[in-house]
């Protein structure tokens, strides 16, 4: 399809979103700062919507199990989604929003005239405010090198029957920072009565305990969504032999 008129801009606060569909596909209008994206709102690790997941700098959380996904290139940024989702197209058009059923290259990008004027005019000379997009962008640089260093630890964790780490087996469904030094992580076994499962669990959170960062961790079990062969990493099935 071309490009189809989906909102306009001023519908769309910065930070906001708006449910639109795309050649019959869900997708979800993202604003932030003077920037637009399309990508498709689906989850490629459960299938569930993201559209109520929280914004972290240009990346959107999946509300369930914590993947991420870039917003300009619908690349899967951390455990348990290991493939991306679509981004389309997005075109600004006399302050009209149009958008595509083609692969975005770029997000779209309009003139913010919308912002409110703060504060009174003054001689003295200030030092300039960190702009949203850069502050967001460095929130979520330290949240990916958080999540690195969690999944760089549990990697150390192998599953005794099948030798693989738990990470590339696609056990770990999602890694929380809290606060105070607390992370809490959600996983998973290969089936609910894994009889390493115990030594599984206490392995885990002794890695991350290890870690200068971390404090005390927290392993909940879930089999929901079940675990299935294909939440593997390649690097997993080669290992295993599973083409």
Not at 20 to 43: H, K, M, N, S
Not at 126 to 131: G, L, Q, R, T, V
Not at 211 to 228: F, G, H, Y
Request: glycine share 6%.
């Amino acid at each position: 399809m071309g490009f189809e008129r989906v909102a306009s801009v001023t519908e769309l606060p910065d930070g906001g979103r708006l449910s639109i569909e795309v050649d019959e596909t869900p997708a979800l209008l993202i604003r932030l700062g003077e920037f637009f994206y399309a990508i498709e709102d689906l989850c490629t690790h459960d299938g569930q919507p993201l559209t109520d997941g929280p914004l972290v700098g240009q990346e959107i959380k999946c509300p369930r199990h914590g993947a991420r996904f870039d917003l300009s290139t619908g690349k899967a940024m951390c455990m348990p989604a290991t493939r991306g989702v679509r981004t389309f197209a997005v075109e600004i058009r006399d302050s009209e929003i149009f958008v595509s059923d083609e692969p975005a290259k770029a997000p779209a990008k309009a003139a913010v005239t919308d912002q409110p004027v703060t504060g009174e005019t003054t001689n003295e000379t200030s030092a300039p405010a960190a702009a949203p997009e850069e502050t967001a962008a460095q929130t979520a640089l330290a949240e990916a090198a958080a999540q690195d260093e969690y999944l760089t630890a549990l990697r150390e964790v192998i599953d005794p029957e099948l030798m693989v780490n738990i990470v590339d087996l696609g056990l770990i469904y999602g890694v929380t920072a809290l606060d105070g030094g607390q992370v809490e992580v959600e996983m998973t076994l290969t089936s609910p009565a894994c009889p390493a499962g115990p030594q599984i669990v206490h392995q885990a959170r002794m890695a991350l305990e290890r870690l200068e960062s971390v404090e005390t961790a927290t392993i909940k079990l879930t089999m929901s969504p079940p675990w299935t062969p294909d939440r593997m990493t390649d690097e997993a099935r080669d290992h295993l032999g599973i083409f």
